[in-house]
């Protein structure tokens, strides 16, 4: 990288039956907040999504994407603009990897959100900016493991390899020490801008930073899908039961047809009425 030596992560092993997930609340916070503008210049790389492949939405943002970005790029300086509520670690630190050793600079701007692995793809930039009214949240590892005694034992350790792991990240790029950096993942902890500054996970803030405004549900039916994810996120129903109960909902098997086919011709009517439905 042009400006940081920052750590390699090493390839970790995944947890047997592990699903990952954004916590519900971020997913909430995200999904009901305003949608970031899509930049512009052909050196920008933009995310805008949950990180890992959503079967749902058809979308998600995932290493084989970045590295096709970078390779479009080349050697030039990248800009990346983020606005996630997180998702798939081992994506996010496939990204985080994939942007460390990029060769030319890279510029990271928060547009919203850089919630949980979100906010490890943060952590790649040469420099790190952070719009007014931002966030960025950082956690221990989260997600969900399916298995007997066994295995959540084993989970359990691997787990905590993953909180290790993100901690060295944010220890290498932040002025924080260890100690405290552990202390805010323990907590859950939103950082503004001002905080994240000042703690290092941020370099500065830039008033021209903005996110769109929210806008009616009606007219982003993708936004008014994640709304519906995210009250279910907030019932305690998982992810993959998620998609397969908003599937069922809308008509559509995810698996059956093509993401844009599957994403069209879904009322949003109906879909307004069910996020109300979740409201009562």
Do not use: C
């Amino acid at each position: 990288m042009s400006l940081r030596k920052l750590p390699e992560v090493k390839a970790l092993d995944k947890p047997k039956g592990l699903q990952w997930d954004a916590p519900s609340d971020v997913l909430s916070r995200w999904a009901n907040g305003p949608m970031a503008a899509e930049g512009s210049g052909d050196n920008v790389i933009t995310v805008f999504d949950v990180i890992g492949e959503d079967y749902w939405s058809g979308g998600g943002f995932t290493a084989k994407r970045t590295a096709a970005a970078l390779r479009s790029i080349g050697e030039r300086d990248v800009v990346v603009q983020v606005n996630s509520p997180g998702g798939d670690l081992f994506e996010g630190l496939a990204i985080y990897n994939l942007l460390r050793a990029h060769k030319g600079k890279v510029t990271v701007n928060v547009m919203g959100y850089a919630a949980s692995a979100a906010s490890i793809i943060a952590m790649a930039g040469d420099e790190i900016v952070m719009g007014l009214g931002t966030f960025m949240m950082v956690h221990n590892a989260w997600g969900m493991v399916i298995g007997n005694r066994h295995d959540l034992a084993d989970a359990a350790k691997l787990f905590e390899g993953f909180d290790s792991a993100m901690t060295d990240i944010y220890e290498a790029r932040t002025t924080s020490s260890r100690k405290d950096i552990v202390k805010l993942l323990n907590a859950e902890t939103w950082l503004s801008p001002t905080d994240a500054v000042a703690a290092g996970f941020a370099d500065r803030i830039d008033s021209d930073l903005k996110a769109m405004a929210s806008g009616a549900v009606s007219d982003n039916p993708v936004k008014a899908r994640r709304q519906v994810e995210a009250a279910l996120a907030k019932a305690g129903i998982s992810r993959s039961q998620r998609q397969d109960l908003l599937s069922e909902i809308m008509g559509a098997k995810r698996d059956a047809t093509p993401d844009a086919k599957r994403d069209a011709g879904v009322p949003d009517a109906a879909i307004r009425q069910l996020i109300e439905t979740f409201k009562v």
